[in-house]
């Protein structure tokens, strides 16, 4: 019993330690003050944190950028395609809600955003390996820049804080968490790339194979045909 209790005091210390090199955060830059401390909280007293770096592929930040600003477009795209499974819907109030349709379920809210850095914040639940459903935040860094005309480099970094008495014991004791953070995290970003990439050199192919989606309105789909396909086919 004497053991068990010292190692419940030992965990804390070398989970923070795990966290502590925290990316540089403009905190004093965010739009609104209150999402700033509420990213600062996630990434103070993160449970863990997975990065995937300098991930690259061929396409432009223009590309990119217009599926990050149109994630229910963007994931209605993937499910079509075959990509991945993620759903993402606006609420009346314009927060963006976030089914992986594994489990994890919440709210996304982009928080800070600039021509190559997106911020997103994320309040939720998600079925933990052996524990069960827990309650959590995350946060999402996207750093990306466009290298060359055509090359995209981005890394990603994933923050995670486990609202539980059982996140100490996480830290530690399930490195199942850990791999379903990263499992998830490298599906959406390769299904992101991937995406991205297709739209920037076969637009008209892409659009042709959604033709028939349920979930994308004639609008969206006109609206990505005015601005990729005779947009690509001038500039690639």
Known sequence: MLRASFLLLLIPAVALAACAANLAVPYSA???PEEALKVKEVLDHCTFRHTLKEKRFNSTGKVFNYMLDRMPLTTAIMRDLGLANYT????????MMC?????????????YTTPERRIIYGDGSFDAPVIGKMRGESVVVLDYVEE??????NTVTVYV???SFLAPVMKLAAPAVRGMVSRKSATLLNASMTLSERLWKEPDVVLNE???SEDISPAEM???RKEFVTDTAMTR
């Open 30 to 32: 965010f739009p609104v």
């Open 88 to 95: 993402v819907t606006t609420r009346p109030d314009g927060v």
């Open 99 to 111: 089914d992986d349709n594994e489990g994890v379920v919440g709210t996304l809210e982009p928080v």
């Open 161 to 163: 804080r486990v609202h």
């Open 148 to 153: 060359e005309p055509g090359l995209i480099s």
């Open 210 to 212: 959604i033709r028939d």
């Open 222 to 224: 006109e609206g990505m």
